[in-house]
Nanobody
Framework: QVQLVESGGGLVQPGGSLRLSCAAS????????IYWVRQAPGQGLEWVSK????????YYADFLEGRFTFSGDNAKNTVYLQINSLKSEDTAVYYC??????????WGPGTQVTVSS
């Protein structure tokens, strides 16, 4: 059974950092792309990034430029996305999803990120 669970969100001050985790089961995170998508309060879904741990490849939205790192742990079957220099506009629920034919077929429940002083 495929499952994804996000963690690592929380309340952080502007300029701080958070490392978001996407732990998967039922498939290997190294076998496919993992997406990050976010939803700010009252807004629609916004694509954040797409990560291939096997090739260490990432595609990301312009707003992440210069302030992220990513990694994967095959033993834990987990993908990480660290976002630095957080801004209030990064406040959102962050979801990870498993790629299927350039879309997402499985989603996690999300983790809340709140950037506020």
């Amino acid at each position: 059974q495929v499952q994804l669970v996000e963690s690592g969100g929380g309340l952080v001050q502007p300029g701080g950092s958070l490392r978001l985790s996407c732990a998967a089961s039922g498939f290997a995170v190294s076998s496919t792309w993992i997406y990050w998508v976010r939803q700010a309060p009252g807004q629609g879904l916004e694509w954040v990034s797409k990560i291939d741990i096997r090739t260490s490849t990432i595609y990301y939205a312009d707003f992440l430029e210069g302030r992220f790192t990513f990694s994967g742990d095959n033993a834990k079957n987990t993908v990480y996305l660290q976002i630095n220099s957080l801004k209030s506009e990064d406040t959102a629920v962050y979801y990870c999803g498993k790629d299927h034919n350039w879309g997402i077929d499985y989603w996690g429940p999300g983790t809340q990120v709140t950037v506020s002083s």
